[in-house]
């Protein structure tokens, strides 16, 4: 189930951007997805450009237990190794979708908003965004898994 946070103030910092970049296992290069994708830097807009920051804004918040997950698959998959267990693969995607639902459904009930769940892809620093309300969210989890979509107004052209 997801949970709705409002903010008063996004920690933006365009560095985030970057963090597509980052190696990871088997992605020496980082994300796949950068430079090819319209949600993905550098085609992403910036956040103040996709929302009015003197509105309202929210953090959609979808809370996974990987502990749990690992725990079951391990149990369930003897000759994996703990890597194998944790691959967004066998995750990612149920989670994505309740937080692609929970936050399409937020955005019905207040006209006029829209959502992203690539915050960091528009420069907004989600862990220490998440943090400032409260959030426990960590740069490396190994238990508990945040995925934030971010809502708000549209941004009006002038």
Known sequence: ?????????????????????????????????????N??????????DFVDLTRPLWLIVEEFDLRSHVARLLSTHENWSDRQARCVLYWQGGVKSRLRAS?????????GTHHTLCPEAMGVNVIATGRSVG??????????????????YIKECV
């Open 1 to 37: 189930m997801s949970v709705v946070l409002t903010i008063s103030k996004l920690v933006i910092e365009y560095g985030t951007r970057e963090w597509c970049l980052l190696p990871y296992p088997d992605h020496p290069k980082g994300c796949p997805n950068f430079g090819k994708s």
């Open 39 to 48: 949600v993905c830097p550098p085609f992403a807009p910036y956040v103040e």
């Open 135 to 152: 959030l426990p969210i960590q740069s490396s989890p190994l238990n508990t898994i945040f995925k934030i979509a971010l809502v708000g």
């Open 103 to 111: 936050a399409k459904q937020f955005c019905l009930e207040y006209p």
